[in-house]
T-cell receptor, first 114, second 115 residues
Framework: GAGVSQTPSNKVTEKGKYVELRCDPI?????LYWYRQSLGQGPEFLIY????????DSGLPNDRFFAVRPEGSVSTLKIQRTERGDSAVYLC????????????FGSGTRLTVV | AQSVTQPDIHITVSEGASLELRCNYS??????LFWYVQSPGQGLQLLLK??????LVQGIKGFEAEFKRSQSSFNLRKPSVHWSDAAEYFC?????????????FGTGTRLQVTL
């Protein structure tokens, strides 16, 4: 597609529930990134994929967070047993290869855990 | 480890006045530097980026930034601010363009524009 698409745009869930957030990157972009942005903060890195594999997952806060990208395109960020502290905007970005490409961000999914 | 410092949390300027937003980075190699803007409820929009070449980089919406290696800085400037520039601005650093590593962001500077 023309840009990075994230769905849903908003998600409200109850504490303890499981959620999935979806990211559809720009067609042909091999690198895909997940960030978390809490209120009043800059985006914090969670994980990035090069193709289907997680090249760096050092930012995942704990084992309740998991992400997949099975076919090297769409990615899903999965959060188990959600906690109120997980409330944030989750941003996805994709990047093509070569020096001309920057990082293109989606509009994010606002997750609220009540 | 790479890091970015944006010393100013909040800046207020009058419409038509000039603007400079500060950014200092820490990175062990040649940095790939970015400025993004974020309006309320929106994603991040790229203003400009720099890796090599002329240290004064032109971006969209009349913004420019200057890379100063000796000061580890990449400050964003605009000669005349418009009310529509009110937003949150983020500086970020990453590895060279040939690699697809993560970006590290600063905490942002919120710009308020008074009429």
């Amino acid at each position: 597609g023309a840009g990075v698409s994230q769905t849903p745009s908003n998600k409200v869930t109850e504490k303890g529930k499981y959620v999935e957030l979806r990211c559809d990157p720009i067609s042909g972009h091999t690198a895909l990134y997940w960030y978390r942005q809490s209120l009043g903060q800059g985006p914090e890195f969670l994980i990035y994929f090069q193709g289907t594999g997680a090249a760096d997952d050092s930012g995942l806060p704990n084992d309740r967070f998991f992400a997949v990208r099975p076919e090297g395109s769409v990615s899903t960020l999965k959060i188990q047993r959600t906690e109120r502290g997980d409330s944030a905007v989750y941003l996805c970005a994709s990047r093509g290869t070569g020096t001309a490409f920057g990082y293109t961000f989606g509009s994010g999914t606002r997750l609220t855990v009540v | 480890a790479q890091s970015v410092t944006q010393p100013d949390i909040h800046i207020t300027v009058s419409e038509g006045a000039s603007l400079e937003l500060r950014c200092n980075y820490s990175y062990g190699a040649t940095p790939y530097l970015f400025w993004y803007v974020q309006s309320p409820g929106q994603g991040l929009q790229l203003l400009l980026k720099y890796f090599s070449g002329d240290t004064l980089v032109q971006g969209i919406k009349g913004f420019e930034a200057e890379f100063k290696r000796s000061q580890s800085s990449f400050n964003l400037r605009k000669p005349s601010v418009h009310w529509s520039d009110a937003a949150e601005y983020f500086c970020a650093v990453g590895a060279s363009p040939g690699t697809a590593s993560k970006l590290t962001f600063g905490t942002g500077t919120r710009l308020q524009v008074t009429l």
